[in-house]
T-cell receptor, first 111, second 117 residues
Framework: AQSVSQHNHHVILSEAASLELGCNYS??????LFWYVQYPGQHLQLLLKYFSGDPLVKGIKGFEAEFIKSKFSFNLRKPSVQWSDTAEYFC?????????FGSGTRLLVRP | SAVISQKPSRDICQRGTSLTIQCQVDSQVTMMFWYRQQPGQSLTLIAT?????????ESGFVIDKFPISRPNLTFSTLTVSNMSPEDSSIYLCSVEDLRGAGREAQYFGPGTRLLVL
């Protein structure tokens, strides 16, 4: 069965620090990958998506992710985090019609 | 992206009772899904709501426990039947429209936070 792994369960950073959240997916043919964010008290929102083409994907709010096929990875990055980036981040892979989610990473950004 | 609303936003229920959750989309969409997010855990797909036919359930989920309706392309309901405390979760509706030229993503509703006592 396909699976998605997020190895960092909790991350604490100071404002202006750089962020990289790890995501590894299992091989399953065509690769469609997503990062979602859930801010406190809000619903799940799409940050970015990868279907094909340029492996460096830019999303909203300054986030980007790089698809590295040889490493089965789709890590999320942001060069300088803000307090407002405090949230839970989920990596997901499409498997046929459904999304397989990772366990999530809780990011706390300290002012 | 579509605007998705869910009702109720939260509820507290007694064990043995049932709760029906509604999902309304502001535009017609091809696919509608129901996910569960148990406390401290990630999202798990319960079923795909199919218009005009029975829902497609994932392993571990059955129609008797989670009956689903989808009468049209903008609305679906999920019922959590004969509830127990283990059913305490956030239940989320998501949608995807496959009719566009490009590949799409799933968009999620605000969720229904359910507590079963």
């Amino acid at each position: 069965a396909q699976s998605v792994s997020q190895h960092n369960h909790h991350v604490i950073l100071s404002e202006a620090a750089s962020l990289e959240l790890g995501c590894n997916y299992s091989y399953g043919g065509t690769v469609n990958l997503f990062w979602y964010v859930q801010y406190p008290g809000q619903h799940l929102q799409l940050l970015l998506k990868y279907f094909s083409g340029d492996p460096l994907v830019k999303g909203i709010k300054g986030f980007e992710a790089e698809f590295i096929k040889s490493k089965f990875s789709f890590n999320l990055r942001k060069p300088s985090v803000q307090w407002s980036d405090t949230a839970e981040y989920f990596c997901a892979q499409r498997s046929s019609y459904k999304l397989i989610f990772g366990s999530g990473t809780r990011l706390l950004v300290r002012p | 992206s579509a605007v998705i609303s869910q009702k109720p936003s939260r509820d507290i229920c007694q064990r043995g009772t049932s709760l029906t959750i509604q999902c309304q989309v502001d535009s017609q969409v091809t696919m509608m899904f129901w996910y569960r997010q148990q406390p401290g855990q990630s999202l798990t797909l319960i079923a795909t709501a199919n218009q005009g036919s029975e829902a497609t359930y994932e392993s571990g989920f059955v129609i008797d426990k989670f009956p689903i309706s989808r009468p049209n392309l903008t609305f679906s309901t999920l019922t959590v039947s004969n509830m127990s405390p283990e059913d305490s979760s956030i239940y989320l509706c998501s949608v995807e429209d496959l009719r566009g030229a490009g590949r799409e993503a799933q968009y999620f509703g605000p969720g229904t936070r359910l507590l079963v006592l």
